[in-house]
């Protein structure tokens, strides 16, 4: 399971929600206020404040989790190398 810190408008958010739903990845979204303070554990994670930010939780270990992680974690890759590109 992963936990996905997004803000509402935000299309990066948007496309990787729709991946990861396409991935069959599980995933629970927290909403970040776009002004105010950050939730506490974001701060704790080292948080940049862009998002989106997923923080993999262990509510649901085990090899099928870890073969969703990996997938999720190519296919944040990619989004990252077209939003450098």
């Known amino acids: 399971m992963l936990r996905l810190y997004t803000k509402i408008g935000c299309p990066d ?6 991946k ?3 991935a069959n990845v599980p995933f629970k979204e927290v909403r970040i206020k776009k002004k105010g303070e950050p939730p506490p554990e974001l701060k704790a994670l080292g ?3 862009r998002v989106p930010f997923a923080v993999p939780t262990l509510e649901e270990p085990g090899i099928a989790e870890e073969a969703l992680l990996v997938n999720f974690l190519q296919v944040l890759r990619q989004i990252s190398a077209r939003t450098e590109a």
Do not use: A, C, I
């Open 20 to 22: 990861l739903r396409k």
């Open 13 to 18: 958010s948007k496309r990787l929600k729709g």
């Open 47 to 49: 948080w940049t404040g």
